[in-house]
């Protein structure tokens, strides 16, 4: 029987994408039949989210999933089933399969979101919990999603930093809101904007003033991102001959182990413009015709060459395949004997794409300066959220959102 392991506390009611049981892989929640944007619905609409993972076991185990509501900053609010959504906010996960021809077994499970007779009333940040039935507290993963209203209209754009400096590194991201109703005081309006699947960097805006195209968020210090690179890229679906950004494939002891390329570090080099997923990842197997039961899993390994370690901080990977997050769970350590660092990952066959982020001692937020390279022109996808509580609303609404694209 395995032990689960659980999000309490404080981190039970910040909601964030992460996972507390390391044998609970390959979780996707995407809108149906999108699968590398965020899980966005809008209210009123029939819209709907597939749920899918893995669970590193050969028998199946009882889970339930409920939904809460955020406020704007992630923090489960005090809102009721009852005024969110129609229907129940909690159901077992019936969906599911049983891997096969794969040397780790697992059982695939599935579920729609929200569930028939079900509906979305409210708009706003939403946090799926999966958990074993019949133990709420057991949690083991979370997943974010978000159900707009699209009632304002967003205008947001990309430009060079009006400020003059550094303008071949950073971006800026203005926005302006505009409506053909009376659009709401300022006072109850939250801009944010995120970059690619960043939480860490993620900005409040602040408001700047009127102008014809309506309510501006516009030329503050807030507005301003540093370009990055673009993101590395390796293929793991080929597990007979490597492919792309793959050095090795072995097998140990009946487990796969692919070695990827030593990355380098690019901070010093020409910009070179290139196509990648923009820190997503998508399951594949090559000689598979059932990619999501027969796809294997594999120890995939990461190196980072460096002649000593950095000693005012960490490195770490980055991108859907650590769940976005600058902790443990994304960290690399170094090996003196290598003189390298060094990191494995657990990752089921496919296509795969992150970055190389610096963590600074005592700061939060990921530097992309110290290896990647800051530019420009870096591909990087923007999505603003327009949140907005006046004060007849019982919590925070997400009246509109907007993703656009460095072009």
């Known amino acids: 029987m395995l032990v689960a392991c659980c999000i309490v506390g404080a981190e039970a009611q910040h909601a964030t994408d992460s996972v507390a049981a390391p044998w609970v892989k390959s979780i996707f929640l995407t809108r149906q039949g999108i699968d590398l944007e965020p899980p966005i619905l809008t209210v009123g609409s029939t819209e709907q989210l597939d749920l899918q993972f893995d669970i590193l076991v050969e028998q199946p185990i009882a889970l339930r999933y409920t939904i809460v509501h955020c406020d704007a900053n992630w ?15 909690s159901e077992v996960i019936e969906q599911y399969d049983f891997s096969f021809t794969t040397l780790t077994p697992f059982v695939h499970y599935r579920q729609t979101l929200p569930a028939r007779y079900s509906t979305f009333t409210h708009s706003g940040n939403y946090a799926l919990r999966v958990f074993i039935d019949e133990h709420p507290d057991s949690i083991l993963f979370v997943r974010r999603f978000y159900v707009t209203e699209q009632a304002l209209d967003v205008n947001a754009t990309i430009g060079r930093p009006v400020d003059g400096l550094s303008i071949e590194r950073r971006q800026q991201v203005d926005v302006c809101l505009s409506s053909d109703d009376v659009l709401p005081n300022p006072q109850y309006v939250k801009v944010k904007v995120q970059q690619n699947g960043r939480t860490d960097n993620e900005r409040l805006l602040q408001f700047s003033g009127y102008n014809r195209d309506g309510m501006c968020y516009r030329q503050r210090e807030a507005n301003v991102f540093w370009g990055g690179n673009n993101f590395r890229y390796f293929d793991v679906s080929n597990l007979r001959t490597p492919a792309y950004n793959v050095q090795q494939i072995s097998d140990y002891g009946g487990e796969l182990l692919a070695l990827l390329r030593p990355d380098e570090n690019r901070s010093r080099n020409h910009f070179v413009s290139q196509t990648t997923l923009n820190g997503g990842m998508k399951v594949n197997a090559f000689d598979r015709s059932n990619k999501t039961l027969e796809a294997d899993y594999v120890w995939v390994g990461f190196s980072l060459p460096a002649t000593t370690p950095y000693l005012d901080g960490s490195v770490h990977v980055v991108g859907q395949l650590t769940d976005w997050r600058i902790d443990s769970t994304s960290r690399m350590d170094y090996d003196p004997h290598l003189r390298a660092y060094t990191k ?14 610096f963590l600074p001692v005592d700061t939060t937020e990921g ?13 990087n996808i923007y999505t603003v959220y327009v949140y907005l509580r006046q004060p007849s609303d019982l919590a925070d609404r997400l009246v509109a959102v907007k993703r656009v694209a460095v072009r």
Request: glycine share 8%; aromatic share 14%; hydrophobic share 35%.
């Open 75 to 89: 923090e489960v609010d005090d809102l009721l089933p009852s005024d969110f959504m129609t229907g129940f906010e």
């Open 344 to 357: 494995r990952l657990l990752l089921k066959q496919g296509y795969y794409s992150y970055q190389l982020l």
């Open 367 to 379: 530097v992309t300066s110290r290896i990647e390279g800051d530019h420009f022109q870096a591909p």
